[in-house]
């Protein structure tokens, strides 16, 4: 994968994340839209964790981003 789609792929999920971390996305997320916008087992959480849940995926993948910066072959996953 090129780095330009990359970058521009973690863009997308890190506003993604923000918007559920720090701008009430996660409050509209609650309830039966959280099977489709996070996971399955996202159904009875309330906000405050799907934003923690949000906040550790968004932590692995920024890991994960600076992974694929540096060792290009980990961008195919």
């Given at each position: 994968?090129?780095?330009?789609?990359?970058?521009?792929?973690?863009i997308?999920?890190?506003?993604?994340c923000?918007?559920?971390?720090?701008?009430?996305?996660?409050?509209?997320?609650?309830?039966?839209k959280?099977?489709?916008?996070?996971?399955?087992?996202?159904?009875?959480?309330?906000a405050?964790?799907?934003?923690f849940?949000v906040?550790?995926?968004?932590?692995?993948?920024?890991?994960?981003?600076?992974?694929?910066?540096?060792?290009?072959?980990?961008?195919g996953f």
């Open positions: 994968m090129a780095l330009w789609l990359w970058c521009l792929l973690f997308l999920e890190s506003l993604y923000w918007w559920i971390i720090g701008y009430g996305g996660a409050k509209w997320i609650e309830g039966w959280s099977f489709f916008l996070i996971e399955w087992f996202a159904l009875d959480w309330n405050e964790q799907i934003r849940y906040l550790l995926i968004w932590l692995a993948s920024v890991i994960w981003f600076l992974l694929g910066v540096i060792k290009p072959e980990l961008r």
